[in-house]
């Protein structure tokens, strides 16, 4: 017999940890595309996030609708719960992801040069992390409120909570250090000796909120849920790999070069950080009402999405494979010959 | 409070969905139109048809765009607003939502490599490949979305047991005996339609600029495959009639005020509802109710009185139904009326009256769609799943959807405003003609080029 619950848990939080490297880069290059522009350096690297950016966006976009279809397909409890609290949170975040997604196809038609366009496609790319990530937050209990049948989000609570704002800040600085990261990869690629220099910097710059923030974040993890942060001490190896990835990428980075290679550390560093966070949320999605084997959905539900679920990875993988060969590792195109 | 936020709710997601519509149909019809010009392009070597498929995909992308962010929407919203909903039903949709998602990336992948590599591969019909997975993908999207449609009209595949759907088979959920119908309508109706407006684009620009060969050969394509579609999708209408006196008679009953059950039933055109829920002013087709609903004219057709009262469906779909069969009859017509004058010599097809009735025929479309939607819709009201959960107890309860109803009518304003402004932009500064002599002019530039090096 199988555990769809765990094959379900794992697939998801693979397929979130794909949507937060790939959405960062997006929304980090939204953010410095705006500050490059207040401090006159615009024309450095607009060129480069465009063309990297702009045959990807509505991927990153079904990355986001996959993942939370996934959830509700193998979690149907955690609509009620998540679709009564986020209500607010999470209309706020379609909203922007609705400005930002159509915003992108209309920038190749004339407004790029628009400071309204660019402030908006910035401050979104800020912003909706800041929104999602309050999902994070709840998941950790405490921040529900239940009256009768009615769940609803204890904003007081949420708002007056150091750990709620150290995730809030954890999820922005980790935006755009993933993103810093990758666009100086990008650049690097594209022999692009300006802009390299600038990502750089910023990659640089950022690296060090992101690990003061972790840290933060982690301690006052530990004073809301004790048990959570104690399953995360047990796996101390895995935030140790974390923190050592982390220190070569900064290595490569100073020494400038192997730009590809950093990038390849920052993921791991994040992935090892978030399975180790995941892991140690085991066996709650949302504490203490949902476990993940009190409302995993129907066993031949559960086979039937497994089954979907490899048929489309069948589909999927190759055409990705196909897309990355052509926007990303195509040397002629990203050096913007074709 | 509890109902205050139950009409909010049903607020919220109508204007989505409604919005959503428009894109979502663009988003299904368009690919093929830029595949079949593409592949004809290629084929006769003719630069006019490559030069369409390439303009429409430009144009294509801000629907799209615009359709990604309402999918998304409306996709969250169907947590967001209604949790009790997804909480039950959960369990049995998963399968084709997840399916849908998958259809769609699948689209999204091919769409951006399709817009960036015009110039990147050296033999046309690799690139014109690219379009079929688009084509598929957006078609494959609509099924699956369409047969969750079809199982909150028909659900089937689960047991019911104390509140909670057991024993649930996904499959036979999925094919429940409204979603062949539903599929069926759901496809024809969103070719014709993207069929519809490009032919109405057409019209508009020969009406306003005189005769191009562009637009004229624009206008034969598509007109070719609005009176493809529009017979297709007159039956895909009858299939549906067909399936609703079976299976859903008190929708259908509604659309057609037809309260006392009785055999050789009339078709009501139009008119009006007195106090007394009698008809007047309106046109008596004599039988041909029955004849739509089981191709028999003295078949019975059961009436609305049947029906519990808090059962019945609002009486307001007779109008969307009757406009909606009859903008589709209306296709019928114009693509007929326009072939006969393109075959009959005698006659021009470019007659000023034929272009103003296919320039008006692109909204018409769209209206059809929405009509057909508010009909379906409203239609099985009062369940959000047909017999076992009304509306009103899937609602969210928090006070705060009426507050987000106005936020999203601010965005759904803003998107609307903005795509109309970037699509003028795009073709009115940008006229087909002017391209079309850049566009030769650069080739020829080039194989001159190419002749003085060899």
């Known amino acids: ?338 | 409070m509890g109902i205050d936020t139950v009409l909010w709710s049903k607020l919220v997601t109508g204007m989505t969905l409604g919005f959503h519509a428009i894109f979502a149909t663009l988003g299904v019809g368009i690919p093929l139109m830029i595949s079949l010009a593409e592949f004809i392009g290629i084929r006769k070597k003719d630069l006019h048809y490559i030069l369409m498929a390439k303009r429409w995909s430009r144009g294509f992308v801000i629907s799209v765009a615009v359709g990604v962010v309402t999918g998304t929407a409306i996709s969250l919203q169907l947590s967001l607003v209604w949790p009790n909903f997804m909480k039950l039903a959960g369990n049995v949709i998963a399968l084709p939502l997840f399916m849908e998602v998958f259809a769609f990336f699948f689209e999204a992948i091919f769409l951006g490599i399709y817009l960036y590599t015009w110039e990147r591969f050296k033999n046309p019909m690799m690139h014109w490949l690219l379009t079929i997975p688009v084509v598929v993908g957006a078609g494959m999207s609509a099924v699956f979305i369409t047969t969750v449609n079809g199982f909150m009209n028909q659900p089937g595949g689960f047991t019911f047991e104390g509140g909670q759907f057991t024993a649930v088979d996904p499959v036979q959920a999925m094919l429940s005996t409204a979603t062949f119908s539903k599929v069926f309508h759901v496809l024809s109706s969103a070719y014709l339609t993207g069929a519809a407006l490009l032919a109405g684009v057409a019209a508009f620009a020969i009406l306003r600029k005189g005769v191009s060969v562009y637009h004229k050969k624009a206008l034969k394509l598509m007109m070719a495959v609005v009176l493809l579609f529009s017979l297709v999708n007159t039956l895909a209408g009858d299939v549906s009639a067909k399936f609703l006196a079976e299976h859903q008679p008190e929708k259908l009953a509604a659309a057609e005020w037809h309260f006392e059950t009785e055999s050789g039933a009339d078709l009501i055109f139009l008119g009006w509802l007195n106090a007394e829920h009698e008809i007047i002013g309106a046109l008596h087709l004599p039988k041909f109710l029955s004849f739509l609903a089981f191709g028999d004219f003295n078949a019975e057709v059961t009436g609305l009185n049947e029906f519990p009262i808090d059962e019945q469906p609002s009486l307001v779909v007779h109008y969307f139904f009757d406009l909606m069969a009859t903008i589709g009859f209306l296709f019928l017509g114009i693509s007929f009326l326009y072939f006969l004058f393109v075959f009959w010599k005698k006659r021009n097809e470019l007659n000023k009256w034929i272009l103003r009735m296919i320039a008006l025929g692109a909204p018409l479309a769209f209206l059809g769609v929405e009509l057909g939607w508010f009909y379906a819709e409203l239609g099985r009201q009062p369940w959000i799943i047909r017999g076992y959960m009304r509306v009103e107890e899937a609602a969210t309860t928090s006070p705060s959807v009426r507050i987000l109803f106005f936020f999203f009518l601010l965005l759904y304003i803003v998107l609307g405003t903005v795509s109309v402004l970037v699509l003028r932009r795009m073709f009115y500064n940008n006229p087909a003609e002017v391209e079309m002599e850049t566009w030769t002019q650069r080739a020829s530039d080039k194989s001159t080029l190419k002749g003085e090096h060899t």
């Open chain 1, 1 to 338: 017999m199988m555990n769809y619950e765990l094959i379900g848990i794992s697939v998801l939080w693979l397929f979130l940890y794909g949507y937060i490297i790939i959405a960062s880069i997006d929304f980090g290059a939204g953010f410095f595309a705006f500050y490059a522009r207040l401090t006159k350096q615009d024309h450095v690297i607009n060129k480069l996030i465009s063309r990297y950016l702009s045959p990807v966006w509505e991927i990153t976009n079904v990355f986001f609708v996959f993942f939370y279809i996934g959830i509700i397909g193998f979690f149907p409890e955690t609509s009620y719960y998540y679709g009564s609290a986020m209500l607010v949170p999470g209309s706020l975040a379609v909203i922007l992801l609705a400005i930002r997604g159509s915003f992108y196809a209309f920038e190749n038609y004339g407004s790029k040069h628009n400071m309204v366009y660019l402030f908006l496609y910035g401050a979104t790319g800020v912003l909706i992390p800041a929104s999602l990530s309050v999902a994070l937050t709840l998941s950790e209990g405490g921040f529900i409120l239940k009256q009768g049948e009615t769940a609803s989000l204890d904003y007081w609570a949420l708002l007056s909570s150091p750990l709620s704002w150290s995730i809030v800040g954890l999820a922005i600085v980790s935006v755009l250090f993933i993103s810093a990261a990758f666009l100086a990869f990008y650049a690097s690629r594209a022999e692009d000796h300006a802009a390299l220099k600038l990502m750089r910097t910023y990659a640089l710059f950022w690296s060090t909120p992101t690990i003061v923030i972790a840290l933060t974040a982690f301690i006052f993890l530990g004073q809301h849920n004790e048990r959570h942060f104690q399953n995360m001490m047990d796996l101390w190896w895995l935030l140790a790999l974390s923190v050592a990835f982390f220190m070569i990428a900064m290595w490569l980075l100073y020494r400038g070069y192997r730009y590809g290679m950093a990038f390849i550390c920052i993921m791991l560093q994040f992935f090892s950080a978030f399975f180790a966070y995941g892991i140690g949320q085991y066996p709650y999605i949302l504490d203490p009402y949902i476990t993940i084997q009190s409302s995993v959905t129907s066993s031949s539900m559960g086979f039937a999405l497994v089954v979907a679920f490899i048929g489309g990875m069948c589909l999927l993988v190759p055409s990705l494979i196909l897309v990355f060969r052509l926007f990303l590792f195509d040397a002629d195109y990203v050096k913007g010959n074709k």
